[in-house]
């Protein structure tokens, strides 16, 4: 059974659309991330919910707006989809209590905007 | 501000060889410190983690880290390399104090050629 699913694992669209990215994990943690990686590699956290509130919430444009339904559950919504939008986003989920737990992250969601 | 630099962005070695990745970072506080382990079209893997206690920590696959305060660095070390440890590896570290989020460094490409 898959800790962390993304879904969908590829999204190409046209600038100027909207689109939502979503994430479920199964592993009972209190706390989850969205992670952008750019094109050389480079990751920057984005958001971070902690039971269903929001904790962390970086320097990002504010298109991308993060839901969280359930602490299960982390979707993320990009309003008016740019060029320099085009990354893979990652989700990630740990436990909650102490904070030296480790991250556990799904497989990525491919975003190419045309 | 916390920071991860990893200064090699692909270091290369032959199969059975000793394997270093080096990491330094800058963190106010106490660190905590991981490697994590990206294969391609995959989510990053948790490696090895040091919190406190013994500065030379064991991880997954035969890998290893030693911590060094003085130096401030976390370099990633096996003492035999194989070709599937061919991979992207980041290091990353967050402060001990307060919900701080997890800094990744830009990763390091390890190739072991056969």
């Known amino acids: 059974d898959t800790a962390v699913s993304q879904t969908p694992k590829y999204l190409v669209t046209q600038m100027g659309n909207d689109k939502s990215i979503k994430c479920e994990q199964n592993?009972?943690?209190?706390?989850m991330y969205w992670y952008k990686q750019d094109s050389k590699k480079f990751l920057k956290i984005m958001f971070s919910y902690n039971n269903k509130e929001l904790i962390i919430n970086e320097t990002v444009p504010n298109r991308f707006s993060p839901k969280s339904p359930d602490k299960a559950h982390l979707n993320l919504h990009i309003n008016s989809l740019e060029l320099g939008d085009s990354a893979v986003y990652f989700c990630?989920?740990?436990?909650?209590?102490?904070?030296?737990?480790?991250?556990?992250f799904g497989a990525g969601t491919r975003l190419s905007v045309l | 501000a916390q920071s991860v630099a990893q200064p090699e962005d692909q270091v290369n070695v032959a199969e059975g060889n000793p394997l270093t990745v080096k990491c330094t970072y800058s963190v106010s506080g106490n660190p905590y410190l991981f490697w994590y382990v990206q294969y391609p079209n995959r989510g990053l893997q948790f490696l090895l983690k040091?919190?406190?206690?013994?500065?030379l920590v064991k991880g997954s696959y035969g890998f290893e880290a030693e911590f060094n305060k003085s130096q401030t660095s976390f370099h990633l070390k096996k003492p035999s390399a194989l070709v599937s440890d061919s991979a992207l590896y980041f290091c990353?570290?967050?402060?001990?104090?307060?919900?701080?989020?997890?800094?990744f460094g830009k990763g390091t490409r390890l190739s072991v050629i056969a």
């Open positions: 040091y919190i406190t206690g013994d500065n």
């Open positions: 990630a989920s740990r436990p909650g209590g102490a904070t030296k737990n480790i991250q556990y």
């Open positions: 592993l009972g943690h209190d706390t």
């Open positions: 990353a570290v967050r402060s001990n104090s307060g919900n701080t989020p997890l800094v």
